[in-house]
């Protein structure tokens, strides 16, 4: 007899997964524990008496996003689980029910009863009596399998197996509900079939034998019109969301109908199984594309795997990946027609739904159902059970040569059940989720199309002549669809729906970020719409992880950032690395991120664009601007820490970044690393913070710029420093903040000095100074001070320098800054070698090196070293002096100061080809000019070609370039120190 749910019999822990899981022992309701430890106890429990390794729990919990704390974790729910299966055994056991081994741990086989297991069971006796066709004891066998049912089977448990598990589950409740159908309508009891049925048909609106059962049920209660219509509804469904037509059996049913054949009065004959001899040698693939232009070798490598030059057996099952719009299932479909000569025994194909809005995708054993009447099996002869029913397709497949086409599969837990297949039998599987953990499988991912190929593409859809006419355009067209075939074929359709429409105007629409989507869409077809399903597939689903990849990829769209890594999705969402790692890995399996090196990510141009989308949509401005806040306090902490390791005596103005923990950086080498692979991310994110409405995100990211204004120094980014303190400076004026105005001039004057455009840079200076005089402290003042004369000595106006850094150390001593003390010496020092008096210069410059070795402070002691040196050589000595410059580049090199090196390196090709060492003064040079156009330093270019000329090298012509277009100074003195940050 049946139970009721709630009523499992037996000893030992009950685990109910059929609806909401529980857990009871004896009457007593127990409390399982968090989602992940309840997943591992029905992971165990399904597998009870086997031992399952560490390796295979993990995967089964987290699958391939699991954290580093993976196996703690595990440890963690194992000792809770104990805890609950043997209470008297106390923390260390020794435990008899689940035990550990050197690999995994093992659940005593009764341990644990499940009612899956008494669904599966009472299943089992139900096809024992439909076989003895005992109707009444296989109904009341369905009954009360399907009585143990609460809901959607293992809810709120998470993890790749019971994924799969809930999908099987599911699938045999559906397969169940048919068969309890057919026993009523078997019995004679035609309304409660129909009632049943009713169900059952809008749950899932595409199986076929429900439907056909359904039609039979409204028959036999007189209402033939309806049945009919069932057909008709039944018809067009699968041939809007599938593009096939009704099978053998459902067109039969419905002809029997349509003549009210006497035969539909009858039950239904027993079931009856084709046998294998009588197999269809089906012709089930699209039709051939008509334009296919490039994947060449993607499609070469395709066809070896698939039909072996040697005659050989197939490669088992390959799969075709990548991101919405990549041209997967035309590549698939084209590659199996190219082979279709090597599968003499059919080639059946089957759009699984994985990506189609609205409808629920295909359940193994619907698929193993449509194969095995593709292969001319009797719908009634389908097992109901999805492993019998692929043991049944392995055994008609056996012997045979025939491909698969599963186009547009969810995952591989959807086509799980075809794997391991005969040999010489082929599964060609396309999907936007990552094929790297099936087993037996070669995985292409399909990224962009090649310049090439994108243009030949176009050339193909409008026509040689007009994309010849323009190639440029042509070029930036395919630049502008990210060489993304549905991208490129909607553009295609755009140009042909006025054909003269030029290029150029079409990639002018493109290039607006806010048009770009509306622009690719023609009719139902959209790269919007494509990659919202693959967003929606995310958004909606049961797992926690996929909604988490969802809302990450909603965040990115906040940022305008070329590359981005887990960090940065952990402060846009706000949520621990660990969780970010996973969505991120997530994003990826989905082909919605492109995995980089380091562990950073992108997205592609066109799914940027979409993301962006999303986040205005779906983002209030609060939450964008705490998001872009938190990234913005992410970087300006960690620029700080950077710093502080590579070189702890350079100063920061005050700011309040939003609280965000720094990156753990290990040393200076890893922060220099960091600073030099987040340079483009930073630019990014400061200049996005400054164009805010927001006041505090201006602030922020204009302090963020300043932040990063020592990294970009020492790395010789001045044009960087430059379009930073610009942006600064149009914060300053549109806040009226006189604070960032003040800075924003000062660091611009730095950038503008370091390029040699020394009077710019004094115009800006003065306006700091200038600001000075009533916003900002003591040290800010100095600061200013101090820079000027930078910037005076470098236009020969010593005595204004002079002046200007005795202020400055005035104050240095008076407040105790003691790297204003030192700067304020070395400004002193350049003004005195500049009025000739190098004896106060070298006093100056002594005194600053003695200071700065106490400091520790390498760079002003590099600075006080060159400035001794540039004495010696005054002086006629340039031995002393290549000694001092000598010692100056050791330090400036242990302390990454890239921009410093120019003016070592020059004066030390300059003492060197003095003391006649004219090779030694070549290399000097030669490196001097390389360091110094990289670093856009345009009077240490000029410098550099003066003294080669002078050893007889013919430098290029012309005044030298810097990085960003402007001449290199003329006539005008080096700059002698860098500036206060």
């Known amino acids: 007899m049946g139970t009721a749910h709630g009523e499992l019999g037996g000893g030992g822990l009950r685990l109910r997964v059929l609806g909401p899981v529980t857990v009871s022992l004896e009457d007593r309701q127990l409390n399982p ?13 399904a597998q009870s008496g086997h031992l399952v390794t560490k390796d295979r729990l993990i995967g089964a919990l987290w699958g391939a996003a699991a954290p580093k704390t993976a196996e703690q974790s595990l440890y963690t729910y194992v000792a809770g689980l104990r805890r609950l299966l043997e209470p008297e055994r106390g923390r260390r056991g020794p435990f008899t029910l689940l035990t550990q081994s050197a690999n995994g741990y093992s659940l005593a086989r009764d341990a644990c009863r499940t009612d899956a297991e008494e669904f599966e069971q009472r299943l089992a006796e139900a096809r024992r009596y439909q076989a003895k066709e005992d109707l009444s004891a296989w109904l009341r066998e369905l009954q009360a399998a399907l009585g143990l049912w609460a809901g959607t089977a293992l809810g709120g448990l998470p993890g790749p197996f019971c994924e799969a598990a809930r999908t099987r589950l599911e699938s045999m409740r559906q397969t169940a509900r048919e068969d309890q159908a057919d026993a009523l309508l078997r019995l004679g009891r035609r309304q409660e079939a129909l009632d049943a049925l009713a169900g059952l048909t809008a749950e899932a609106p ?37 593009g096939v037509d009704p099978g053998v059996s459902l067109r039969r049913a419905y002809e029997l109908i349509l003549r009210a ?10 079931m009856a199984v084709t046998a294998p001899g009588e197999i269809d040698r089906p012709r089930q693939l699209p039709r051939d594309p008509r334009i296919f232009v490039g994947r060449t070798e993607t499609l070469v490598r395709l066809r070896a795997l698939l039909a072996p030059w040697d005659g050989g057996d197939s490669q088992a099952v390959v799969a075709v990946t990548g991101t919405a719009g990549a041209g997967k299932s035309t590549l698939a479909v084209r590659a199996a027609h190219t082979v279709s000569d090597h599968y003499p025994d059919g080639q059946l194909y089957l759009n699984l739904l994985g990506a189609t809005p609205g409808v629920g995708r295909l359940n193994p054993l619907d698929l193993l159902g449509r194969l095995l009447r593709g292969l001319g099996a009797r719908p009634d002869s389908v097992p109901s059970d999805p492993d019998e029913a692929a043991a049944m397709l392995r055994d008609r497949l056996a012997g045979r040569r025939t491909l698969i086409v599963l186009d547009d599969a969810s995952g591989l837990d959807q086509v799980r059940p075809l794997l391991g297949l005969p040999a010489g039998n082929a599964l060609l599987v396309t999907s936007r989720e990552s094929f790297a953990a099936a087993d037996d499988c070669v995985q292409f991912v399909l990224g962009r199309m090649q310049r090439s190929e994108s243009v030949a593409m176009l050339a193909k859809l409008v026509g040689a002549e007009r994309i010849a006419a323009d190639p440029a355009a042509a070029a930036e067209l395919t630049h502008l669809c990210g060489g993304l075939p549905l991208a490129l074929r909607l553009a295609a359709a755009r140009l042909m729906e006025n054909r003269h429409t030029p290029l150029t105007e079409l990639n002018a629409r493109l290039r607006d970020e806010r048009r770009a989507l509306h622009e690719l869409e023609s009719g139902d077809l959209a790269v919007r719409a494509s990659l919202q399903l693959s967003h ?17 990829l909603c965040h990115l769209g906040v940022l305008r950032t070329p590359d981005a890594t887990p960090e940065v999705v952990a402060a846009l969402l706000d949520v621990p690395r660990d969780a970010a790692e996973r969505a991120v890995a997530r994003l990826v399996r989905a082909n919605l991120a492109e ?4 562990g950073r990510f992108r997205l592609h141009d066109l799914v940027r664009l979409f993301a962006m989308e999303l986040a205005e949509r779906r983002l209030s401005e609060r939450d964008s601007d705490d998001a872009l806040d938190r990234v913005l306090g992410l970087y300006g902490t960690t620029a700080r820490l950077a710093m502080k390791l590579i070189d702890p005596h350079r100063v920061h103005p005050p700011h309040e970044f939003a609280t965000c923990e720094p990156l753990a950086l290990t040393g200076s080498t890893d922060a220099s690393a960091w600073l030099e692979r987040e340079r483009p991310n930073v630019l990014a994110v400061a200049a996005q913070g400054m164009a805010r409405r927001t006041p505090s995100l201006a602030r922020s990211g204009a302090h963020l710029g300043f ?6 120094t020492f790395a010789g980014h001045h044009r960087d420093v430059i379009t930073l303190g610009r942006q600064a400076l149009d914060v300053g004026e549109r806040l009226v903040d006189p604070e960032i105005s003040a800075l924003a001039h000062g660091y611009l004057a730095l950038g503008l000095g370091h390029t040699g455009r020394y009077e710019e840079a004094l115009a800006h200076q003065r306006a700091e100074v200038d600001l000075r005089r009533t916003c900002g402290d003591s040290f800010a003042r100095m600061r200013s001070l101090g820079n000027l004369a930078i910037v005076l000595n470098a236009l020969d106006r010593h005595e204004e320098a002079l002046s200007s850094a005795r202020e400055e150390l005035r104050i240095a001593r008076e407040i105790g800054a003691a790297v204003g003390e030192r700067h304020a010496l ?11 008096d190098v004896a106060a210069a070298m006093a100056a410059y002594v005194e600053m090196a003695a200071l700065a070795k106490e400091a520790g402070d390498a760079m002003h002691r590099s600075d006080a070293l060159m400035g001794m040196a540039e004495v010696h050589l005054r002086q006629d000595d340039p031995r002393s002096g290549a000694m001092l410059y000598d010692e100056a580049l050791v330090l400036i090199r242990e302390n990454s100061s890239r921009a410093m090196e120019p003016r070592c390196l020059g004066k030390l090709g300059r003492a060197e080809r003095l003391m006649g060492r004219l090779d030694r003064a070549r290399a000097y040079l030669r490196e001097t000019l390389a360091v110094a156009q990289e670093c856009g330093a345009g009077y240490w ?20 370039r810097t990085a960003d277009g402007s001449a290199g100074a003329e006539g005008e003195e080096e700059v002698d120190a860098v500036g206060h940050g």
């Open 33 to 45: 524990g968090p989602p992940l430890q309840r997943a591992t106890l029905w992971v165990l429990a």
């Open 206 to 242: 595409l199986r076929e034998r429900a439907r056909e059962l359904q039609m039979l049920a409204l028959y036999r209660c007189g209402r033939q019109a309806e049945a009919l219509e069932v057909f008709h509804d039944t018809r067009s469904l699968l041939a809007e969301h599938l």
């Open 261 to 270: 054949d006497p035969s539909l009065a009858a039950a239904p004959s027993p």
């Open 536 to 552: 929606d597939v995310l958004a909606g689903s049961g797992h926690e992880l996929d909604r988490a990849a969802a809302a990450a």
């Open 595 to 598: 995995p980089g090196e380091q």
């Open 707 to 712: 932040s990063f204004h020592w990294p970009l």
């Open 826 to 836: 070395v400004c002193l020092g350049a003004a005195h070698l500049g009025l000739g």
């Open 941 to 960: 270019v000029d410098f550099a070609r003066e003294e080669l000329a002078l050893l007889g090298e013919s430098p290029q012509d012309g005044p030298s």
